[in-house]
């Protein structure tokens, strides 16, 4: 009988030594196969799924059926499919070094918009300037459920549906048997991939209508063009903003329930803080704090008080301490980490951690006693930071006040109201003293502003929208976030001093090539000649007010954003480019981003708890990648939402005039931006019958070849609104007036 292999330490072997018993394999390996050329049993099958599946999304492994092997091998890319309107796409590649790679309609096969698929190189396109694939094979799908609209109601036959979203061109057939089958809705590898309690028991079948809006589970496919389908639950009417918020969370992914585990967790957590919770934590009850948020606001992550000193100021900022009541890696870490962050909407939040914590036991109410981590900055007459420190805390907010009130009361004067503030009067004046130096010196280091209204819409009692208009801000809203961006910075310097690590918020420097392309634009008409050397937050903010008031101060500010790169979260201190920060991190909003409950975990092991668990350098890369996706799908998703209720709200205003602006331009046409409400539409050059149109790309206008007539970013012209469509998600307009000589630009 021979010896029993004697297993290594699984934690030992490294993603690296994966890859090179794929390099040295000449056949596709399983999961067994891995196993025992690393040296594992059975028993580490946990530990190797989880190294396999590392590579699969680092793109450099594939899986094909139960085997593995490496992507190169294969001479196949793998990455994300997006489809364009017309039909083609781009696949972006896992390897962040790599190009996209043009697919043609043809080569799609059955891949949709949003699925991971592995692509083989087939030439070139452009001239050679970029790779043309064909998909070979779709890894995963990107939506396993999606909203559909019914085309042909229930008769004889079958409901016919088109999916809402028009980058997925294809039918589902949903039978009348399949429309009332139970049972949980799972993936290919028995996953749920829709909350078993949210699906609908029963189906009328007979009462569903053309427009409805349905939510299905896909499944076999008929033909290139057809799939059959299965509802999970009738959403409604498709006009109901509520089914238009259920069909942008299910386009996104975005989580609508929480699984059980996570609830019972949330569930047997108590309501209040108990004495236990207060040992070891400065108490802080005796400091007025107070939190400063929107009327609506249920989830309260921070509390600012401010003090004068001898020499100065001194700022508090008590935040939320959730890392108190979630562990690392237990369900509730799990769920958040998925979530990366709460998603909001017109009329509904998807909360990053059930309500019993985000409203509750986390929420810095007022008049409870709560668990808090707290910086407090010390601050020079002139509203620079000197010294700061950080303690875990138990605080009693001594009020909930609303930016209206801190505006009306502190920056407006009015008297009502400052005097509704009793006590809290004078210390609110000193936020707005301290607020407005520290956000002077922002500015004066080169912090970039770009001055674009955030729309707000506005409902009825019906729940219908009424108006859609500039979300009101003001300074009250600038003392809050002043004193955020203050303790950011001050978390982020001490932890790269303590050399534990960050989770760095990272803003990057502009694209250079759109910058270079800004420049010529703006030599082009006479802003500026030269690209600044070197390219620095006050050389950018310094041409922004070159342009202030002139004609070409829209498309400075327009072009010089569209060049900047996207913030992101990360281990590496890249500095912020936007904010002019040469170190920065996100602490202050625990309960809404993951980010900030890493950054909280980190903190308290530099304070010395030596019970907290954090992530490595690693993981927190891994972590950082995760939740700079999520934050993308939150902003995806409330534009599409904006755009969505846009559309059902000029509906009835067809055939009426707008006045409005230029926002962008492309070969086929224009977007306008309208004065009399936040909308916009797009006048296509197919319309403009008086002559025929080209576009200028290095003057960033459209001319016309016989008339000279002009359009250019920033252009104020006068359009008629002539067809909307939820469908495609645009607003069609066409031009009434404002054209102008394009000589006069040149």
Known sequence: MGKKRKAKNPGMIKPHEAMNVFKKSRNPLSLGDLEKRLGLTKRHRKFVKNILKDLVRDGKIIKIGSVYD??????????????????????????????????????????????????????????????????????????????VRVIRPSGATALLCHPTDPKLDFGIVVEPGEAVKGG?????????????????????????????????????????????????????????????????????????????????????????????????????????????????????????????????YRLRVAIADVSHYVAMQSPLDREALKRGNSYYFPKSVEPMFPEALSNGLCSLNPDVNRLAMTATIEFDKSGAPVRSSFAPAVIRSHARLTYTQV?????????????????????????????????????????????????????????????IRPRSRNFAHQIVEEFMIAANEAVAEFLTEKELGCLYRVHPGPDSEKLTNLFKVLRKIGISKQIPDPVTPQTLQAVIKDSEGSDQEYLVSRLLLRSMKQAKYGPV???????????????????????????????????GDEHQAIPGHKQLGRIGDSISGTERVAMEAEREILKRLTIIFLKDKIGEEFHGVISSIAEFGFWVEFQEVMAEGMVRLASLEDDYYTFWADRQMIVGERTGNAFRLGQKITVRLESVSLEMLEANLSLVSGAEDYKKFV
């Open 184 to 312: 949980p809705a799972q993936d290919q590898n028995g996953e749920e991939i829709y909350p078993a309690e949210q699906i609908d028991a029963e189906v009328d079948y007979t009462r569903i209508s053309k427009g409805d809006i349905l939510l299905v589970a896909p499944g076999e496919q008929i033909n290139p063009s057809l799939w059959e389908g299965r509802i999970l639950k009738v959403l409604g009417e498709e006009d109901d903003v509520t089914v238009q918020e259920s069909i942008v969370k299910a386009n996104h992914g975005i989580s609508t329930a929480f699984p059980p585990k996570v609830l019972a967790v949330a569930e047997a957590l108590p309501d209040e803080p108990g004495e236990d919770d207060f040992a070891e934590r400065e108490d802080m009850r005796g400091i007025p704090f107070v939190t400063i948020d929107g009327e609506t606001a249920k989830d309260f992550d921070d509390a600012v008080f401010v003090e004068k000193t001898d020499d100065g």
């Open 407 to 467: 505006y009306k009361g502190v920056i407006l004067g009015e008297k009502e109201e400052q005097q509704s503030f009793g006590d809290f009067l004078p210390m609110l004046q000193l936020c707005e003293e301290l607020a407005r130096k520290i956000n002077t010196r922002r500015k004066d280091r080169g912090s970039l502003e770009f001055d674009l209204p955030e729309p707000e819409i506005i409902f009825n009692s019906q729940g219908r929208t009424v108006d």
């Open 70 to 147: 490496l992507v190169e091998k294969m001479n196949m890319v793998t990455g994300k499919l997006q489809v364009q309107r017309s039909g083609a796409a781009f696949l972006l590649p896992d390897d962040q070094n790599r190009k996209d790679i043009y697919i043609h309609t043809k080569n799609l096969s059955d891949a949709w918009h949003g699925d991971r698929v592995a692509v083989a190189i087939t030439g070139s396109h452009w001239g050679g300037k970029r790779e043309e694939g064909r998909v070979v094979r779709v890894l995963e799908r990107g939506k396993q459920v999606f909203p």
């Open 573 to 607: 201190n890249e500095g912020h480019f936007g904010l002019a920060s040469e170190c920065y991190c996100h602490f202050t909003s625990p309960i809404r981003r993951y980010a900030d409950l890493v950054v909280h975990r980190l903190l308290k092991v530099a304070l």
